[in-house]
């Protein structure tokens, strides 16, 4: 650990993969664009071209792996990389805050993992990102440790330790809860859009002329047909897209661990996410229109500092998914000092005009446009205003506040109906607004911003009775 | 509740309406320009007619309204434990931000603001910034000092 170690060179392998991802579209283009031109050797020079790109890519990857070492010294991670300019970067062990292991299909029959250093809440967005492409497993749980003993302020040897990790198990997600979550989930759209920016891509390589003779003889099928081409397609995506959020979330387990609460996943690729409890600004339930009505609802932990990546969100959902009724007593094991399902404060009934303009007066100008534009085919776009107003007498029904000693609860809803808990000492700014109009109807709305990620993250509630509004800023105002 | 005390230099309303003219001559340069190409070339008149409602528009609201609306919402106020703010045209925003959440406080000024001997503070925490525009140079900086010092006392974590 103290020696500088390269990592395992499956890394370099990794490394490669990663950059053949990269340039997988430049390649295929400089392969399909150039294939008709040239004859003799010039008709070769676009695949001579695409093996020397790939063979630099592999070089690449190979000096990446030999040139990046890392060891720990003088209470500090250090990692040095990089062929022309040495990179240093030493991170203080008390600054990491924990460790994400993740193992892909690489990983697994190596027994590897990679490991990315989470910072405390860095001010320079790159600083925070540190990545152990593969090392051995052992390794990984050694530096974890000895990251832990640095922590506590007690250096001891601790490659002595014993292997066994003290980790308590504080919640499983079942098989079936793991289905409803991948059958009820948006990951379908994403799939979906993401088939279609496939085939928007792959369109500029095809043979276009000879597919669109093809595509003339297909219109003569009829229209049916092809919708119901996109219905399979649709369908296997949809498919697919649930297929794999079974296999991502499958084993999805939360541990305790001495003051941190550890999420594991996955099937094919393991995933680890570490949350140390002092880092825990909050938790926020979810609760969308398909899964509310079916009784599930997903628990989010907000918590300050960590890594950019895009899907940290994702990561800190504690409970992806689970029974309302259920979260109190689940969630009491795994943080025991949220206070849910108190009874809340609601909007006065004159607010309830203004719910119902704020999500229908976007539509309403929409579809009277329509109307208009397409008359009289668009006045069946008039159709969706029902549905807006029963989505703003939805918000008006479910917004509420409730304050109870140091915890703030917060509602709101616009499609997802979503329940801010926090602690009065974790939020870092309160506001109250108010248009002229709702000074005169003595209404105001309420925020509280709390630090999530590098960022923020904002709970508000429209439109309470301005005296509640003050109640509020009163409670989070310092008492004298 | 009672509202915040301090309010923000009154050279701020001179500063916001030179803006307002900034922004009223670049329209009334278009308009003109508008105004020529639909004598040449004989364009239909209505861009010409848009044009110059949105100009009339401009130099009423920008120039005269909201400059003023806007400096008389504009208060805050700095104690020990607590930077509250209040500001806003037609939404009316209170702001309160704890001194034990402050993590740093910035002084900026631009060319035309410090032409006016004017300053913008900016109040950090980890999660958001707070600004109040066009306070006088020396008041900014007494303010930095003070919340600096207020936000050093109070001690909390994260």
Redesign the interface.
Known sequence: MYEPKRLHPISAVINFIKGLKDAILPLVAIVFLNSNRGEGWLGLLPFLFSGLLLLIILAGGIIKWLRFTYWVEEGELRIEHGLFVKKKRYIPIDRIQSLDFSEGIFHRPFQLVKVTVETA?SSDAMEAEAELTAIRKEEAKQLERFIEEVKRGRQQDVELEDDQPKRQLVYKMSMKEIVIMALTSGGAGVVISGVLVFLSQGMEFLPVDVIYDEVIDWLQFGFLIIASLIMLVLLIAYGISVLLTVLRYSQFSVFHDSGDIIMTRGLLEKKQVTVPL??I?GIRIDENLIREPLGFATVTIIS?GGSLKGDSDQSLRVLPLIKRTEIDRVLRRILDDYQLDLPVKRPPKRSLIRYLLRLVWLPAAASTAASILFYPLGLLSLLVLPVFGWLGYLSFKHAGWNVENYQLTLIRRFFVKQTYIMKK????????????FQ?RAQLGSIGA????GI???SARVWYLEEEDT?KL??W???E? | ?NEPTQRISTRALTLWRLYGIIQASIIALLTIGTGIFTYLFNWPLWPLLSISTILVLVITLYIFVVPSVRWKRWRYEVRD??IELQY?L????????????VQHVDTEQGPLLRKYGLATISIS????T?KVPALDEREAEELRHSISSLARVAE???
């Open positions: 809440g002092n880092r600004q300050a000492f974790r939020i870092q700014s309160m506001h109250k607004d108010q248009s002229v000074k911003t709390l630090k999530s960022g923020g993250e003050h800023l009163d989070y105002r310092h004298t | 509740m434990q607590e806003g037609f939404i009316i925003t209170r702001t309160l931000v704890p001194m034990v959440r925490t980890a999660a958001t707070h909390d974590d994260v």
